[in-house]
C-alpha cells in the first residue's frame, strides 16, 4: 500500500540525521528566566507578581487575558528581579516577568491524579487550561480553545501530528520515542474530552523507529490508529495531515473542526497527559538545537524562559562562522536579530546555518513561468502569479488568485529556480490588502 | 566562547534552504540537449550549418549585451537565454543562408536582432515575452526574404561541402506533388521513414533528424525540464488530424478521409522541434498543466491545418506563435482550484461532510 499522502508537496533533504539519535536531555536550569506574558495566540496575559516577590516552580505568574490566551508559570524557583518590555525571538518588545533563580528547584504544590480517565471532560479541560497548554508545534494557539469546538461543529475524530516535516527538527520524533505510552495518554485524554472513539496518529514513513514506538504503545486500543505517511514537506501541516490520514479535505478558509477533526501536536498531547496526571504546568518543553553550524546538535528539554544563546553554548557552540540562526524549522522558522531571546512554548527548534550556507534573496531573476510552484503547491494555488501581481503592486488582483489561502508553507520558494522570495511577496500583498 | 555578537547574525525571510536548480542550469541544460541535432545538422548540411548556427548565436548575446549596456541594465547574457535564443534560431533555418553570393550574411544577423531585442528586450526581457523570440525571428526572416527562406540545401553529408544543390523539403514534395511522388523520390515507403527518421533530408538545419531531436527531448524528460504534457498533445493532435484529413486519392487529388500518413507528418518539417523545445518555452507557454494540454491541441491543429489547407507547406511556426497569444488567457481559465473547494453545487463526496455556510 502507498503511504497516505496528499497532493503537491516537496522533498528537502531533512537533515535529520544530525541530532535524530541525541536522546532528549535536561539543559542546564540557567541563573535567571525571562518569560514572556504573551507568548501564544490571543491575549497577552496580566502579571501576577511584583518585582522581589518569592514564586516557586509551576507557580502561577500570569493570567490569561481572553478566551483565546494562556496562562503562564514561573520556570524556576527564584525572586522576580525584573517585570518589563524584553525583546521576543521575533524581535518585538514583550511584557516579560525576569526570575532570578534561587536553585531550590522548590515545587508549587501540584495535584495528582492517577485516575485522571474518570474525570469529566470539562474537569480534564480545566486542568489543561490552568496547566498553560498552548499548541508545541509553533503556532502557540491555546489547546483548551481548540477542545471547545462551537456546538454545532460536532468532533469525530484526534488527530496527532507526530509529521515533524520541516528538515533538521527532531523533538517530535525523540518524544515519540522515548515516551510513546504517554503521548498515547495524552491522545486518549483528548478524546475523552471531545467524546470521540477514533484517534489517528499521522508519522512521516522515514522514522520508522517513531513508528514501531508508537504502534507498540497504541496496541491495546482499538479506536487509535498509527499512520505512516509519505515523506513529503509539508506534511505536518494542519490541511495535509488531515487529508494525508481521514482523506477529508478541510474547506478552503476553513477549520479542521469544519471536517469533524481536531489536531494536536505529539508535544501537546505529552504535555496534556502530564498536566492531568500529575496537575503539572508547561514550564519546559523539548527544543532540538541543530545544524551544520553548531558543534554537538541536542535535543533538550529545556525550561521557558532560557536564552537561546545559553542553549547555543550548552550545545559547544557555533562552528563554521555563524550566518543565521533560526527559531524553527528551514522553511517556516524565522532569523534571529539576536540570540539573547527566550524560548518560548512554541519553540520548537534552534537551528544554525553556517554563513557559507545561507542563501541570500536580494537578488532575485524575473518569473520564467515554469510552472514548478504552481505543480507543488499543496493549496493548489498560483504562486507564480500571487508574486509577480504582488511584485507589480497588484494586490487587490491578487485575491483573485486566493492570496491569503496561503499559509506560507515556503515550498514555491524552495524550488523557484529564479530564487523570488515569493513568500515574502505573499506576505506584503497580504498586508496591502484585506480578505 | 565563540558567541557571535548580535550585528553579524543574518536575518531573512523564510524558506530559509532552497533548491540548487537556477534558471541559467535551466537554459544551459535545454542548449545542451539541442547539442545531438545541431550535430546531426552539422553532419548533413556541412560546415555551413554550423556557421550560421553560429553566426546566429554570436549576434544574439551580442544583441542582448549592446541592448543592456545601451540601457544600462543588468547585463544577462551568462544566463544561456540570448544563447538559446540564437541557437534556436539557428537551427530553425536553411544552411544556404552561409551565402557571399548572393550576399545572405546579414539574414541570421537581423534574425537575432529581431528576436532578442524586439521580441524579447523590448517587451521587458526574459519572462515578459509574450512570443517565442527565436520563432519571431524566423517569421520575421520568412516575410522578408521567403526566397532566400525557402531555398533547401541537398544534405550530402560531405564534411566540406560548401556548394551543396538546392533542393525541396519532403513536405513541399507532399504538398505540391502528393505522397506517391514523395515516396518516389525516397524509393519506398519504408525509405522515406528511414530517412526522415535519421534527417538525411532538405529541411533547417536543427529539424531534419528525428532521432537526434527524440534524445535531446528524452534528457529534458529525463531532467523533468519539460514534462509531457504540451509534445504529447501536440503530437498527438496532428498524428490525428493528419491521418483524418491528410489522405488523398493518388489519381483525382481528392481528399479521403481516414487515409492521411502520420509518421511522415510527425518526423518530417520541424514538428519533433516545435513540439520538444519550442511550444514548450516556459514564458511563451500557459504555465498550468492542464491548460499546457489545450495550448498543445491548439499547436497541433492550427499546425495540420496550415500544412494541409495553408499557403505554407509548413505550420509548425505559425501554429505556435499563434497560440502564444492564447497562452496568458489558457492560464486564466484553467486557473488552479484551491485546496479543498467544492464544485459548485455538488456536495464534497470524498470527506463525507456536508459544506457548512461560514
Same mark, same amino acid.
Given at each position: 500500500m502507498s503511504a497516505m499522502t496528499f497532493k503537491g508537496g516537496i522533498h528537502p533533504p531533512d537533515k535529520k540525521e544530525l541530532a535524530k539519535d541525541s536522546p532528549i536531555k535536561e539543559a542546564r536550569i540557567p541563573q535567571r528566566v525571562v518569560i514572556p506574558l504573551s507568548q501564544h495566540v490571543g491575549a497577552p496575559c496580566k502579571s501576577l507578581v511584583s518585582i522581589n516577590q518569592e514564586v516557586k516552580k509551576g507557580e502561577l505568574i500570569g493570567e490569561p487575558g481572553g478566551f483565546v490566551s494562556s496562562p503562564v508559570h514561573a520556570s524556576v524557583s527564584g525572586k522576580v528581579v525584573a517585570i518589563g518590555e524584553f525583546p521576543n525571538a521575533m524581535g518585538r518588545m514583550v511584557t516579560s516577568v525576569v526570575i532570578e533563580n534561587d536553585g531550590k528547584e522548590e515545587w508549587t504544590s501540584l495535584k495528582d491524579n492517577p485516575d485522571y480517565l474518570k474525570l469529566s471532560a470539562d474537569e480534564l479541560k480545566e486542568k489543561i487550561k490552568t496547566a498553560g497548554i498552548v499548541g508545541l508545534g509553533g503556532a502557540a494557539f491555546p489547546t483548551v480553545v481548540k477542545l471547545t469546538p462551537p456546538k454545532e461543529k460536532p468532533i469525530d475524530a484526534v488527530i496527532i501530528n507526530g509529521a515533524e516535516c520541516e528538515p533538521y527538527l527532531t523533538a517530535d520524533y525523540r518524544l515519540m520515542v522515548e515516551k510513546p505510552a504517554e503521548i498515547i495518554e495524552g491522545l486518549k485524554i483528548l478524546m475523552k474530552i471531545l467524546g470521540v472513539s477514533k484517534g489517528f496518529?499521522?508519522?512521516?514513513?522515514?522514522?520508522?523507529?517513531?513508528?514501531?514506538? /508508537?504502534?507498540?504503545?497504541?496496541?491495546?486500543?482499538?479506536?487509535?490508529?498509527?499512520?505512516?505517511?509519505?515523506?513529503?514537506?509539508?506534511?505536518?501541516?494542519?490541511?495535509?495531515?488531515?487529508?494525508?490520514?481521514?482523506?477529508?479535505?478541510?474547506?478552503?478558509?476553513?477549520?479542521?473542526?469544519?471536517?469533524?477533526?481536531?489536531?494536536?501536536?505529539?508535544?501537546?498531547?505529552?504535555?496534556?497527559?502530564?498536566?492531568?496526571?500529575?496537575?503539572?504546568?508547561?514550564?519546559?518543553?523539548?527544543?532540538?538545537?541543530?545544524?551544520?553550524?553548531?558543534?554537538?546538535?541536542? *535535543?533538550?528539554?529545556?525550561?521557558?524562559?532560557?536564552?537561546?544563546?545559553?542553549?547555543?553554548?550548552?550545545?559547544?557552540?557555533?562552528? *563554521?562562522?555563524?550566518?543565521?540562526?533560526?527559531?524553527?524549522?528551514? /522553511? /517556516?522558522g524565522f532569523a534571529l536579530p539576536s540570540l539573547d531571546v527566550p524560548v518560548t512554548k512554541g519553540t520548537s527548534g534552534i537551528l544554525v546555518i553556517p554563513e557559507e550556507d545561507v542563501i541570500h534573496a536580494e537578488d532575485f531573476e524575473p518569473c520564467i513561468r515554469c510552472g514548478r510552484c504552481i505543480d507543488i503547491c499543496p493549496m493548489g494555488l498560483m504562486p507564480s502569479m500571487l508574486s509577480i501581481l504582488s511584485e507589480k503592486g497588484r494586490y487587490e488582483e491578487t485575491k483573485e488568485y486566493d492570496l491569503f489561502d496561503c499559509f506560507e508553507c515556503g515550498s514555491c520558494a524552495f524550488v523557484c529556480p529564479s530564487k523570488r522570495p515569493i513568500v515574502q511577496f505573499i506576505r506584503l500583498a497580504k498586508s496591502m490588502t484585506k480578505p | 566562547m565563540a558567541v557571535k555578537k548580535?550585528?553579524?547574525?543574518?536575518?531573512?525571510?523564510?524558506?530559509?534552504?532552497?533548491?540548487?536548480?537556477?534558471?541559467?542550469?535551466?537554459?544551459?541544460?535545454?542548449?545542451?540537449?539541442?547539442?545531438?541535432?545541431?550535430?546531426?545538422?552539422?553532419?548533413?548540411? !556541412?560546415?555551413?550549418?554550423?556557421?550560421?548556427?553560429?553566426?546566429?548565436?554570436?549576434?544574439?548575446? =551580442?544583441?542582448?549585451?549592446?541592448?543592456?549596456?545601451?540601457?544600462?541594465?543588468?547585463?544577462?547574457?551568462?544566463?544561456?537565454?540570448?544563447?538559446?535564443?540564437? =541557437?534556436?534560431?539557428?537551427?530553425? =533555418?536553411?544552411?544556404?543562408?552561409?551565402?557571399?553570393?548572393?550576399?545572405?550574411?546579414?539574414?541570421?544577423?537581423?534574425?537575432?536582432?529581431?528576436?532578442?531585442?524586439?521580441?524579447?528586450?523590448?517587451? !521587458? !526581457?526574459?519572462?515578459?515575452?509574450?512570443?517565442?523570440?527565436?520563432?519571431?525571428?524566423?517569421?520575421?526572416?520568412?516575410i522578408s526574404w521567403p526566397k532566400a527562406m525557402s531555398t533547401w540545401s541537398e544534405p550530402t553529408a560531405a564534411f566540406l561541402a560548401f556548394d551543396a544543390k538546392t533542393t525541396a523539403t519532403p513536405l513541399s514534395i507532399l504538398k505540391e506533388e502528393g505522397l506517391g511522388k514523395l515516396i518516389e523520390v525516397f524509393g519506398d515507403k519504408m525509405n522515406l521513414y528511414k530517412e526522415l527518421f535519421v534527417g538525411h533530408r532538405a529541411g533547417s538545419i536543427g529539424e531534419t533528424s528525428a532521432l537526434a531531436l527524440l534524445i535531446g527531448a528524452a534528457f529534458l524528460l529525463y531532467k523533468r525540464y519539460v514534462t509531457w504534457h504540451i509534445p504529447v498533445s501536440f503530437l498527438g493532435t496532428a498524428a490525428l488530424l493528419a491521418w483524418v484529413f491528410g489522405g488523398k486519392d493518388l489519381h483525382t487529388g481528392k481528399m479521403l478521409f481516414f487515409a492521411g500518413d502520420p509518421i511522415i507528418h510527425l518526423i518530417?518539417?520541424?514538428?519533433?522541434? !516545435?513540439?520538444?523545445?519550442?511550444?514548450?518555452?516556459?514564458?511563451?507557454?500557459?504555465?498550468?498543466?492542464?491548460?499546457?494540454?489545450?495550448?498543445?491541441?491548439?499547436?497541433?491543429? =492550427?499546425?495540420?491545418?496550415?500544412?494541409?489547407k495553408g499557403a505554407y507547406p509548413e505550420g509548425v511556426m505559425f501554429a505556435i506563435l499563434l497560440m502564444n497569444c492564447f497562452a496568458p488567457i489558457i492560464d486564466r481559465g484553467f486557473k488552479t482550484k484551491v485546496f479543498g473547494a467544492l464544485n459548485p453545487g455538488r456536495k464534497n463526496i470524498s470527506n463525507g461532510v456536508k459544506e457548512t455556510k461560514r
Open positions: 496518529v499521522g508519522i512521516e514513513d522515514n522514522k520508522p523507529e517513531a513508528i514501531k514506538q /508508537m504502534k507498540e504503545a497504541a496496541k491495546a486500543e482499538s479506536g487509535i490508529e498509527v499512520c505512516a505517511l509519505e515523506v513529503k514537506y509539508p506534511q505536518g501541516a494542519e490541511k495535509m495531515l488531515i487529508k494525508a490520514t481521514t482523506g477529508r479535505k478541510v474547506p478552503p478558509r476553513g477549520l479542521p473542526m469544519d471536517v469533524r477533526v481536531v489536531v494536536q501536536n505529539v508535544g501537546t498531547a505529552l504535555a496534556v497527559y502530564e498536566a492531568v496526571r500529575f496537575g503539572k504546568p508547561l514550564i519546559e518543553r523539548v527544543v532540538t538545537v541543530t545544524g551544520e553550524g553548531i558543534n554537538n546538535p541536542s *535535543n533538550l528539554m529545556v525550561r521557558i524562559g532560557s536564552l537561546v544563546s545559553e542553549l547555543i553554548e550548552e550545545c559547544g557552540g557555533f562552528k *563554521n562562522g555563524v550566518g543565521k540562526v533560526i527559531s524553527g524549522g528551514p /522553511m /517556516m | 548580535e550585528h553579524e547574525l543574518i536575518v531573512t525571510v523564510s524558506p530559509h534552504i532552497r533548491d540548487e536548480e537556477t534558471t541559467s542550469r535551466i537554459m544551459w541544460t535545454v542548449n545542451l540537449s539541442l547539442l545531438p541535432a545541431m550535430a546531426m545538422g552539422a553532419y548533413f548540411f !556541412g560546415p555551413r550549418a554550423v556557421f550560421v548556427t553560429a553566426l546566429c548565436i554570436i549576434s544574439a548575446v =551580442l544583441s542582448e549585451y549592446f541592448y543592456q549596456k545601451t540601457l544600462k541594465k543588468k547585463i544577462t547574457i551568462t544566463d544561456g537565454s540570448a544563447f538559446l535564443t540564437g =541557437l534556436l534560431l539557428g537551427i530553425n =533555418l536553411p544552411s544556404s543562408l552561409w551565402s557571399f553570393n548572393p550576399f545572405l550574411i546579414h539574414v541570421p544577423i537581423i534574425g537575432s536582432f529581431v528576436a532578442v531585442v524586439i521580441t524579447k528586450q523590448l517587451f !521587458g !526581457g526574459l519572462g515578459y515575452n509574450i512570443f517565442n523570440p527565436a520563432l519571431i525571428g524566423r517569421a520575421f526572416l520568412m518530417s518539417g520541424g514538428m519533433l522541434l !516545435g513540439a520538444f523545445f519550442m511550444a514548450t518555452d516556459y514564458v511563451t507557454c500557459p504555465s498550468v498543466r492542464k491548460g499546457q494540454i489545450i495550448f498543445g491541441i491548439g499547436c497541433g491543429a =492550427l499546425t495540420v491545418l496550415i500544412r494541409l
